[in-house]
């Protein structure tokens, strides 16, 4: 019971179409494993109250909410909610991004609209959620905010608007951890690298027209340990950490759970 007692916001809990679990939607029921009080954020309804139900499937409490993170008034209103039905928000869990999806391209073909969009989902719908979550957790003076970058923030990546905002959400947090620390407030963010999710070979699949089982295999070759793509789970497990008190005396640090990737550029 590692987070006993404590609220944890999940942005994007829910998830795209594809095989397996998604790590909003892991993070979640792993939070709620370990005691918190879970709040599941997706701009489509349902998929967030599909996270929630099985989150209290597994005995957990979990309650959905809607909300577009690329509007700020839905942040906003998402931390309200939270306060009101908590009186505390212990976790925010900046958990969204979106790439190939979104229309990201390399630097001569990406379109100025896919890059709006792109850099308002990423970057854009964390600042504000961080805008409106830090006032109360400067009153806490006690909180925990998370964010989900990637190795495309530092390794070799061809698609620019992915890469610039995984990478500017670093810099961001660092900046939340330094203005907040002196409030109890720690901000730290994650690193997955190649990873077995719905977002990550699915939309591949679907965008290459290969296969689910091609696109793995090639993902899998890339990876230093084991040749194996990690699972949402790894990255639940590295946020469950970074967001209990064992964690306490972190704050503006970059996690990497890539399997080594991030050692083999270069070579």
């Known amino acids: 019971m590692r987070l006993e007692s404590k609220t944890a916001i999940i942005v994007g809990a ?12 892991a ?7 370990e005691g918190a009080k879970v709040m599941s954020v997706d701009r489509e309804l349902g998929l ?3 996270t929630a139900a099985l989150v209290r499937q597994a005995g957990g409490d979990c309650f959905a909410f809607e909300a577009d993170v690329t509007k700020e008034s839905a942040m906003a209103a998402m931390i309200a909610e939270a306060k009101r039905r908590w009186g505390r928000i212990d976790v925010l869990h900046y958990n969204v991004g979106v790439s190939i999806g979104g ?3 390399p630097l001569l073909d990406l379109t100025e609209k896919a890059f709006d969009n792109i850099v308002a989902i990423n970057l854009r719908g ?5 805008k409106h979550v830090v006032p109360v957790m400067r009153e806490q003076r006690a909180g925990c905010i998370l964010m989900i970058s990637s190795l495309a923030a530092i390794e070799k990546y061809p698609y620019v608007t992915y890469k610039a905002t995984k990478a500017a959400m670093i ?3 660092e900046q939340v951890a330094i203005q907040n620390a002196e409030y109890g407030v720690r901000a730290n963010v994650i690193l997955p690298g190649l990873m077995d999710t719905p977002m990550a070979v699915d939309t591949r699949a679907r965008q290459t027209g290969k296969s689910r089982a091609e696109v793995a295999a090639m993902r899998d070759a890339r990876v230093p340990l084991r040749r194996k793509m990690g699972t949402a ?7 469950l950490f970074l967001a209990s008190d064992e964690a306490n005396f972190i704050t503006g640090v970059s996690l990497l759970v890539d399997g080594g990737g991030a050692l083999d550029i270069g070579h």
């Open 126 to 130: 964390a600042v504000m959620a961080c």
């Open 14 to 25: 829910g998830q795209g179409p594809g095989t397996g679990m998604g790590n909003g939607r």
């Open 103 to 105: 229309g990201d391209a």
């Open 171 to 173: 810099a961001f947090a």
């Open 48 to 50: 967030a109250e599909e």
């Open 233 to 239: 789970w790894d990255v639940a497990n590295a946020a």
């Open 27 to 33: 993070t979640a029921l792993r939070f709620a494993q």
